[in-house]
């Protein structure tokens, strides 16, 4: 299996910081990534897909990059409603595996 | 509207089955490949299965054997037949759609129903 590990596991960050979450794949998947985010009792939101593809309706202020093994999702400048936690996902091959997410969190 | 309505989840002894639906409306289930994924209570995602749009199927190791995806076209719903429930199992249960022109992506979510085995 697949092992996606994301770092860092939280963060505290203020209104308008820059923000980056990096995930890390235990062997080569390409571009077969992908970013969710979750808030409090809610079902998981793609934000992004195949590592660099911004999902329609999401704001541009998020991004992702890289492929291989190594990761990034980059919020350029965090909104209030931006306050949730991130997965990244693997669709190289079953089984699809998440990383173990991302609190961000207010300052 | 394009969404997901999942349906079925319980509070269940150990050993005992439940079976869980997800009806789609906006899109059909047969022409997508279709997923469940869950969340144990503070824990994060766990990919349980897949079906795929020429029937076939894929399942997480912990689930191989005690868990069947399958499809109605005629209903328009998904559905995960869970049977020899553990303790384990416990967790709240989406259903997605993968978006196969998207990197297999799950694109669209529903709200998830509740799954507790306990006795």
């Known amino acids: 299996d697949i092992q996606m590990t994301q770092s860092p596991s939280s963060l505290s960050a203020s209104v308008g910081d820059r923000v980056t979450i990096t995930c890390r794949a235990s062997?080569?998947?390409?571009?077969?990534l992908n970013w969710y985010q979750q808030k409090p009792g809610k079902a998981p939101n793609l934000l992004i897909y195949a590592a660099s593809s911004l999902q329609s309706g999401v704001p541009s202020r998020f991004s992702g990059s890289g492929s291989g093994t190594d990761f990034t999702l980059t919020i350029s400048s965090l909104q209030p409603e931006d306050f949730a936690t991130y997965y990244c996902?693997?669709?190289?091959?079953?089984?699809?595996?998440f990383g173990q997410g991302t609190k961000v969190e207010i300052k | 509207e394009v969404q997901l309505v999942e349906s079925g989840g319980d509070l269940i002894q150990p050993g005992g089955s439940l079976r869980l639906s997800c009806a789609a409306s906006g899109f059909t289930v047969s022409g997508n490949y279709m997923s469940w994924v869950r969340q144990a209570p503070g824990e994060g995602l766990q990919w349980v299965s897949v079906?795929?749009?020429?029937?076939?199927?894929s399942y997480a190791d912990s689930v191989k054997g005690r868990f069947t995806i399958s499809r109605d076209s005629s209903k328009n719903t998904l559905y995960l037949q869970m049977n020899s429930l553990r303790a384990e199992d416990t967790a709240v249960y989406f259903c997605?759609?993968?978006?196969?022109?998207?990197?297999?992506?799950?694109?669209?979510w529903g709200q998830g129903t509740m799954v507790t085995v306990s006795s």
């Open positions: 062997q080569s998947i390409s571009t077969y």
């Open positions: 996902q693997q669709t190289y091959s079953t089984p699809w595996t």
């Open positions: 079906s795929y749009s020429d029937g076939s199927t």
């Open positions: 997605a759609r993968v978006a196969t022109g998207s990197y297999w992506a799950f694109d669209i």
